[in-house]
């Protein structure tokens, strides 16, 4: 992975096989965590600097496999979109459908769709709405709580 910064510098973040098919990512509230799902069953937690880049790498919670993934060798979490609610808890698609963790990682529980998802993103004038993509379709889904508003700067 790679970081190009608003002066056009170019900064290597990760090398190539520090993590397996990395897919979705997202901002913590405050722009100080970095989380990245793959096709690991982990998502990955790091710690971002004033300068971009990003350092200590470390497990910040753990996919739940969808059960025909269950015992099978091949078995991937396929993690993609992410989005974290304004109290900070994320929302990770995967096999077994939506996944919700905590700020801490801890896991919440898992949202199902009729349907294999992809992505997702909070929207609407309050941004209480979750809106989801799922094999030629998109959902959505009034939540209570609204879903993050990163400053504009």
Not at 20 to 41: M, Q, R, V
Not at 80 to 97: R, V
């Amino acid at each position: 992975m790679v970081y190009i910064s608003s002066q056009g510098k170019l900064s290597k973040l990760t090398n190539y096989n520090d993590i397996d098919f990395p897919n979705g990512i997202a901002l913590s509230s405050d722009c100080s965590k970095l989380y990245i799902g793959s096709n690991e069953t982990v998502v990955w937690m790091f710690d971002v600097h004033a300068d971009g880049t990003i350092s200590n790498k470390r497990p910040f919670a753990y996919i739940n496999l969808a059960v025909k993934q269950i015992g099978r060798a091949d078995a991937k979490s396929l993690a993609d979109g992410m989005e974290i609610d304004s109290q900070g808890n994320l929302f990770i698609t995967s096999q077994a459908g939506i996944q919700v963790f905590d700020n801490t990682g801890g896991y919440i529980g898992t949202i199902q769709i009729p349907s294999f998802i992809s992505n997702l993103a909070f929207g609407g004038e309050d941004l209480k709405t979750l809106y989801i993509t799922a094999s030629g379709k998109v959902y959505s889904l009034k939540m209570n709580v609204p879903g993050l508003r990163y400053p504009i700067r």
